[in-house]
């Protein structure tokens, strides 16, 4: 049999065994769903949990109340998780009531609204957001933030220090890591104001792989994946350009630069003016690194990069 007519006899054998492959038959009752599981899928697609979800208790402590009557307390650090969901439509304050379990013997029910000011999903990641998220933190992050960073600005201005943005060194790194902070901090507070389910629904099913979240969010999770990789590319970069004294001065700053862009564009977003910031951020960040560090020669003899022609300040060649 030569070659040709073995490929057509293989290609055949593996249409007809794909094709006789049974799917299973497809009728109505295979999609048939109790009353039970209707409710829950609903109840799931609106409040993002249901039963067999898990919690941890973020208060000093919470009330349950017992099948029995009885008050169960739980306290922080606890980890409850959903045993049953009721609909209690005559609750004029909150009609979803949530039966959440520590233990076989501490279980109990409370209001939703009550549990949820109390409680975060149990996943690092939620952990993580709640805590960035805290709008009292927000603030307080906001004044340290400024404050130090002006301080700490003008300290490293005076001992001619390198800083960035303004006496930067010629890597494009930390103006990259600058601009990737200040547009993951605008493209959450975006989230937050357009798509608040959609955050919700990540924040109860957190992931940190981008490509399988919804595309708003699977933006913000490679911004902030980028954050991280181009943070590192900096720190090897500043170590091969700078002195140890100098590297960590300059990370200093640029770590106050990277908090002001955080809180600043997080928080004027919400009121609009954040996307105008942004556009005039990015423009002033390029346009000083372009203008005053950007080196665009190298040496012909060392091939060390230099900013403008003329001797060579590491090894003393003329370029021309």
């Known amino acids: ?13 593996a249409f007809l065994l794909c094709s006789c492959y ?15 599981q209707i409710d829950s899928i609903s109840f799931s697609t609106t ?25 169960l307390f739980v306290v922080k650090h606890d980890r409850l998780v959903v045993a049953d969901i009721n609909i209690q439509p005559q609750d004029t304050i909150d009609s979803v009531w949530v039966k959440v379990a520590r233990d076989q013997l501490t279980l109990g029910w409370m209001r939703e609204s009550e549990m949820l000011r109390a409680v ?38 005076r001992r001619k220090a390198y800083i960035v943005h303004f006496r930067d060194v010629s890597s494009f790194y930390p103006t990259l890591l600058c601009l990737l902070v200040a547009s993951s901090a605008t ?14 629904h990540f924040y109860y099913h957190p992931s940190l792989n ?52 955080y809180v600043v564009f997080s ?5 609009y003016v954040g996307y105008l910031l942004l556009v005039l951020y990015i423009a002033f960040a390029l346009w000083r ?18 900013r403008s022609k003329g001797v060579c300040p590491h090894c003393g060649a003329l370029n021309e």
């Open 1 to 13: 049999m030569c070659m040709r007519s073995r490929l057509l006899f293989f290609c055949l054998a």
């Open 22 to 36: 049974n799917h299973g038959q497809q009728t109505p009752d295979a999609w048939d769903l109790t009353k039970e």
């Open 47 to 71: 409040h993002h949990y249901t039963q067999g979800y898990n919690f941890v208790v973020n208060t000093d402590s919470l009330v349950l109340l017992s099948d029995e009557g009885d008050s």
């Open 120 to 157: 975060s999903p149990d996943d690092p990641i939620s952990e993580f957001i709640d805590f960035f998220s805290d709008s009292h933190l927000l603030i307080f992050l906001a004044f340290v933030a400024i404050v130090d960073a002006a301080y700490g600005l003008f300290r490293l201005n």
């Open 187 to 200: 493209l959450y507070a975006t989230i937050q104001m357009f798509t608040p389910e959609t955050w919700r």
């Open 210 to 261: 981008p490509f399988e979240l919804p595309t708003i969010l699977c933006w913000f999770l490679l911004s902030v994946w980028a954050i991280l990789i181009v943070g590192i590319a900096a720190l090897f970069d500043l170590q091969r350009r700078l002195t140890l004294g100098d590297a960590l001065l300059y990370v200093g700053g640029l770590v106050a630069v990277c908090a002001v862009d």
């Open 267 to 271: 928080l004027t977003t919400l009121w």
């Open 289 to 306: 690194y372009f203008r005053f560090s950007y080196e665009r020669y190298h040496c012909g003899q060392c091939g060390f990069p230099l």
